[in-house]
């Protein structure tokens, strides 16, 4: 059974509709992060969490919101979807032991 | 802020040849980071291939080896013998010893391994 679980594995988005990415865990680990990867590059963070009922920005979180209601959930919203924001997410959970698991990818497509 | 560099885009490289991937990486902080190379076969995510959290260390799995070169801030990957099913994309990434714990990546390097 999968540790790391994201759901819609593909979504196709209107531009300016809102968009919900889910992630939920069974590790039990603090940090949960998203990250999206765009054709041809690394994965980059977006936001990202420690503890539940709170989020913190990465590296590119303009355009993004993200929330963390439990320990086990973590979601990435996009209130008003844009063409640039067409990419791959990922959720990965991890430790403070640098132990991280990665769930399977959101593919997401905005027209 | 944090970069990692993989120079090769794409390999290829023909069944039972050697096989080498460049990394080498800049961190802000005062300590050594951890290192990892994660590897994405198709239509799967992203897997923990190996890590070293330790300057002058080697990591190995699976015929894969990279070992810490704090001094020339490399994480090489190599394998002796590769095979079909080593077709993939590999990524270099680190982490620093801070509170966010996040990773920052490489562009990833295709591998394809030719019968």
């Known amino acids: 059974e999968a540790a790391v679980t994201q759901s819609p594995r593909s979504k196709v988005a209107v531009t300016g509709g809102k968009v919900t990415l889910s992630c939920h865990q069974t590790n039990n680990h603090d940090y949960m992060y998203w990250y999206r990867q765009d054709t041809g590059h690394g994965l980059r963070l977006i936001h990202y969490?420690?503890?539940?009922?709170?989020?913190e920005k990465g590296d590119i979180p303009d355009g993004y919101k993200a929330s963390r209601p439990s320990q086990e959930n973590f979601s990435l919203i996009l209130e008003l979807a844009s063409l640039s924001q067409t990419a791959v997410y990922f959720c990965?959970?991890?430790?403070?032991?640098?132990?991280?698991?990665f769930g399977s990818g959101t593919r997401l497509l905005v027209i | 802020g944090d970069s990692v560099t993989q120079t090769e885009g794409q390999v290829t490289v023909s069944e039972s040849k050697s096989l080498i991937i460049n990394c080498t990486y800049s961190a802000t902080s005062i300590g050594y980071p951890n290192l990892f190379w994660y590897v994405r076969y198709p239509g799967e995510g992203l897997q923990l291939l190996l890590k070293v959290i330790t300057a002058g260390q080697k990591g190995s799995s699976r015929g894969f080896e990279a070992t810490y070169n704090k001094e020339a801030t490399s994480f090489h990957l190599q394998k002796a013998s590769v095979q079909e099913s080593d077709s993939a994309v590999y990524y270099c990434?680190?982490?620093?010893?801070?509170?966010?714990?996040?990773?920052?990546f490489g562009d990833g390097t295709v591998l394809t391994v030719k019968p």
């Open positions: 969490s420690y503890v539940a009922d709170s989020t």
């Open positions: 990965a959970t991890g430790t403070t032991n640098s132990d991280y698991t």
């Open positions: 990434a680190l982490s620093e010893n801070t509170n966010t714990g996040k990773l920052t």
